[in-house]
Nanobody, 124 residues
Framework: VQLQASGGGLVQAGGSLRLSCAAS????????VGWFRRTPGKEREFVAA????????SYADIAKGRFTISRDNTENAMYLQMNSLKPEDTAVYYC??????????????????WGQGTLVTVSS
Protein backbone atom coordinates (compact mmCIF):
# COMPACT_ATOMS: atom_id res chain seq x y z
CA VAL A 1 0.00 0.00 0.00
CA GLN A 2 1.32 3.43 -0.95
CA LEU A 3 0.07 6.33 1.12
CA GLN A 4 0.16 10.04 0.36
CA ALA A 5 -0.77 12.53 3.07
CA SER A 6 -1.84 16.08 2.29
CA GLY A 7 -3.76 19.01 3.71
CA GLY A 8 -1.29 20.38 6.21
CA GLY A 9 -0.60 24.06 6.51
CA LEU A 10 -0.52 27.09 8.76
CA VAL A 11 -3.60 27.88 10.82
CA GLN A 12 -4.35 30.09 13.79
CA ALA A 13 -5.22 28.63 17.17
CA GLY A 14 -8.89 27.71 17.27
CA GLY A 15 -8.99 27.06 13.56
CA SER A 16 -9.56 23.89 11.58
CA LEU A 17 -7.75 21.76 9.04
CA ARG A 18 -8.69 18.63 7.18
CA LEU A 19 -5.92 16.18 6.41
CA SER A 20 -6.30 13.65 3.63
CA CYS A 21 -4.50 10.42 2.92
CA ALA A 22 -4.74 8.83 -0.51
CA ALA A 23 -3.98 5.11 -0.79
CA SER A 24 -3.07 2.92 -3.71
CA UNK A 25 -1.71 -0.51 -4.39
CA UNK A 26 -3.89 -2.98 -2.52
CA UNK A 27 -7.46 -3.42 -1.38
CA UNK A 28 -7.83 -0.45 0.90
CA UNK A 29 -10.69 -1.86 2.96
CA UNK A 30 -8.49 -4.73 4.18
CA UNK A 31 -6.46 -2.29 6.24
CA UNK A 32 -7.06 -0.25 9.31
CA VAL A 33 -5.60 3.21 8.82
CA GLY A 34 -4.43 5.74 11.34
CA TRP A 35 -2.85 9.10 11.92
CA PHE A 36 0.27 9.72 13.97
CA ARG A 37 2.23 12.87 14.60
CA ARG A 38 5.76 13.78 15.50
CA THR A 39 7.36 16.91 16.85
CA PRO A 40 11.13 17.47 17.16
CA GLY A 41 12.57 15.67 20.15
CA LYS A 42 9.44 13.63 20.76
CA GLU A 43 8.40 10.11 19.98
CA ARG A 44 5.85 9.45 17.29
CA GLU A 45 2.43 9.91 18.86
CA PHE A 46 -0.83 8.15 18.06
CA VAL A 47 -3.69 10.45 17.08
CA ALA A 48 -6.56 8.36 15.70
CA ALA A 49 -7.32 5.19 13.77
CA UNK A 50 -10.23 3.62 11.92
CA UNK A 51 -10.96 0.02 10.99
CA UNK A 52 -11.24 -1.25 7.46
CA UNK A 53 -15.02 -1.02 7.28
CA UNK A 54 -15.08 2.39 8.91
CA UNK A 55 -17.25 1.23 11.79
CA UNK A 56 -14.63 1.20 14.51
CA UNK A 57 -12.56 4.18 15.50
CA SER A 58 -9.97 4.85 18.15
CA TYR A 59 -8.76 8.21 19.42
CA ALA A 60 -5.92 9.38 21.59
CA ASP A 61 -6.94 11.63 24.48
CA ILE A 62 -5.36 14.59 22.68
CA ALA A 63 -7.80 14.09 19.81
CA LYS A 64 -11.05 13.22 21.55
CA GLY A 65 -13.74 15.83 21.05
CA ARG A 66 -11.66 17.85 18.58
CA PHE A 67 -10.58 15.49 15.78
CA THR A 68 -12.65 13.14 13.64
CA ILE A 69 -11.23 10.35 11.53
CA SER A 70 -13.14 8.98 8.56
CA ARG A 71 -12.54 7.00 5.40
CA ASP A 72 -14.04 6.49 1.98
CA ASN A 73 -13.19 3.05 0.67
CA THR A 74 -14.70 3.85 -2.72
CA GLU A 75 -12.12 6.63 -3.07
CA ASN A 76 -9.26 4.80 -1.30
CA ALA A 77 -8.93 7.73 1.03
CA MET A 78 -9.10 8.61 4.66
CA TYR A 79 -9.36 11.93 6.44
CA LEU A 80 -8.67 13.67 9.71
CA GLN A 81 -10.86 16.64 10.47
CA MET A 82 -9.12 18.73 13.09
CA ASN A 83 -11.04 21.44 14.90
CA SER A 84 -10.20 23.76 17.78
CA LEU A 85 -6.52 23.47 16.95
CA LYS A 86 -3.95 24.41 19.55
CA PRO A 87 -0.29 25.43 19.16
CA GLU A 88 0.68 22.11 20.75
CA ASP A 89 -0.92 20.34 17.79
CA THR A 90 1.93 21.62 15.66
CA ALA A 91 3.65 18.54 14.21
CA VAL A 92 4.27 16.50 11.13
CA TYR A 93 1.26 14.24 10.68
CA TYR A 94 1.65 10.82 9.13
CA CYS A 95 -0.93 8.41 7.82
CA UNK A 96 -0.33 4.70 8.11
CA UNK A 97 -2.00 1.41 7.22
CA UNK A 98 -2.18 -1.73 9.32
CA UNK A 99 -3.20 -5.27 8.46
CA UNK A 100 -4.50 -5.53 12.05
CA UNK A 101 -7.97 -4.65 10.91
CA UNK A 102 -10.49 -5.83 13.50
CA UNK A 103 -9.60 -3.24 16.15
CA UNK A 104 -7.82 -0.15 14.82
CA UNK A 105 -4.45 -0.22 16.57
CA UNK A 106 -2.77 2.62 18.41
CA UNK A 107 0.73 1.18 18.42
CA UNK A 108 2.91 2.38 15.54
CA UNK A 109 4.66 -1.00 15.56
CA UNK A 110 1.47 -2.59 14.24
CA UNK A 111 1.44 -0.44 11.12
CA UNK A 112 2.94 -1.85 7.94
CA UNK A 113 2.88 1.13 5.60
CA TRP A 114 3.52 4.82 6.15
CA GLY A 115 2.97 7.97 4.16
CA GLN A 116 5.51 10.77 3.91
CA GLY A 117 3.92 13.21 6.37
CA THR A 118 2.32 16.62 6.13
CA LEU A 119 3.26 19.57 8.32
CA VAL A 120 0.64 21.25 10.48
CA THR A 121 1.59 24.52 12.12
CA VAL A 122 -0.76 26.18 14.59
CA SER A 123 0.09 29.75 15.52
CA SER A 124 -0.95 31.31 18.81
Amino acid sequence: VQLQASGGGLVQAGGSLRLSCAASGRTFSLYAVGWFRRTPGKEREFVAAIGGSGQRTSYADIAKGRFTISRDNTENAMYLQMNSLKPEDTAVYYCAASSVNFVPPASPGLYDYWGQGTLVTVSS
